[in-house]
């Protein structure tokens, strides 16, 4: 959950998704046995995991809830991988990670070790947990960086769409 916009957003992209092949399950990612029952009970073959408590400015003011999501919730995804056979975890993590480089254009070889919030943070230690888990288990992981996302489903609160509200209103 967040305060930066209106969940009724989130809802709606998940009505995108109804088909009977697509069972929404609403937990908490930190809920350390609700997610061991979902991955019991699904058995899935293959993890996409894009979910996060996302943006820098928010955790500034919030930081237990990245460190519940994004942290203590990402290590119950490779538990869930670990203990049920999951052939490959694919991951979301950041542009964020490359902090205070000035290097252009970013490398995925750049050093990624100054993370400037809390956020960036997260996300560096997804990366140092995948690697450990991948590294002890076997498990394949694929960690993408994204930058800026945008589209018609994109967050209101991202610079993109405040910018072209602010051109629209003529500011």
């Known amino acids: 959950n967040n305060d930066y916009y209106d969940v009724k957003l989130k809802e709606s992209r998940l009505e995108q998704l109804e088909s009977p092949s697509f069972t929404f399950y609403k937990l908490d990612l930190a809920d ?12 899935f073959e293959r993890v996409i995991h894009l979910a996060a408590q996302a943006g820098v400015r928010y955790s500034l003011e919030n930081p237990y809830a990245y460190a519940d999501s994004n942290l203590t919730g990402y290590l119950n995804i490779l538990e869930g991988c670990r203990h049920n056979k999951v052939q490959h975890l694919l991951y979301a993590s950041s542009s964020s990670v490359y902090g205070l480089n000035r290097k252009m254009p ?17 996300k560096k230690a997804n990366e140092l947990m995948a690697h450990t888990y991948s590294h002890l288990y076997s498990i394949p992981t694929t960690g993408l960086r994204f930058f800026t996302v945008y589209g018609p489903w994109g967050r209101p609160d991202m610079a993109l769409f405040k910018f072209t509200k602010a051109m629209l209103e003529g500011k």
Do not use: C, I, N
């Open 32 to 43: 350390r046995d609700g997610m061991a029952k979902l991955f019991e009970t699904e058995q």
């Open 106 to 122: 970013f490398s995925t070889d750049d050093s990624v070790d100054h993370p400037v919030s809390l956020y960036a943070a997260t």
